[in-house]
């Protein structure tokens, strides 16, 4: 992927109007995917990016909220939300992608800065996120490939 794609944030009737009154709504929410880079952002609520590289796995959570645990299953919550190196950052409960790094990266939660894990995102396009972020699949070995 030689150009940037923008996924921009979901957010649900109820949730957008107090967002965008807190600086954190849908103009100002969104996540670029580049070949050397995953940027998400929530306003000034939340900044992260991310080496490509580091992102280990991508996928949908089609059962919203309900899928996860801890705290993070309150089907109410919306915003930025933030659990032992887990950070939600969603404005509707559905469109959720679920973002693995491979190791810990530093991000920003408003002023403070926290090592993030894993990323709960609510995107308007949740498959088109997870295409963009899974490696494409492996060719297999041919008479032009040697090295695999």
Request: proline share 8%; net charge positive; charged share 10%.
């Given at each position: 992927m030689d150009s940037t794609t923008t996924f921009?944030?979901?957010f649900d009737r109820p949730s957008r109007i107090p967002m965008t009154v807190l600086g954190a709504g849908p103009k100002v929410s969104r996540v670029?995917?580049?070949s050397?880079?995953?940027d998400i952002r929530m306003g000034w609520g939340f900044h992260a990016t991310i080496p490509r590289e580091?992102?280990?796995s991508a996928r949908p959570l089609n059962g919203g909220l309900s899928?996860?645990?801890g705290p993070f299953r309150l089907s109410v919550l919306r915003g930025v939300?933030?659990?032992r190196g887990t950070a939600l950052v969603n404005g509707a409960g559905t469109g959720l992608v679920e973002i693995t790094l491979d190791r810990p990266k530093w991000v920003r939660l408003g002023p403070?800065?926290?090592r993030m894990r894993r990323l709960i995102v609510s995107v308007e396009d949740q498959s088109g996120?997870?295409?963009?972020l899974n490696p494409s699949t492996p060719r297999s070995p041919g008479p032009g490939n040697p090295s695999l």
């Open positions: 921009p944030i979901s670029k995917v580049s050397p880079t995953v580091a992102v280990a899928e996860l645990s939300n933030y659990w403070v800065r926290v996120l997870v295409a963009a």
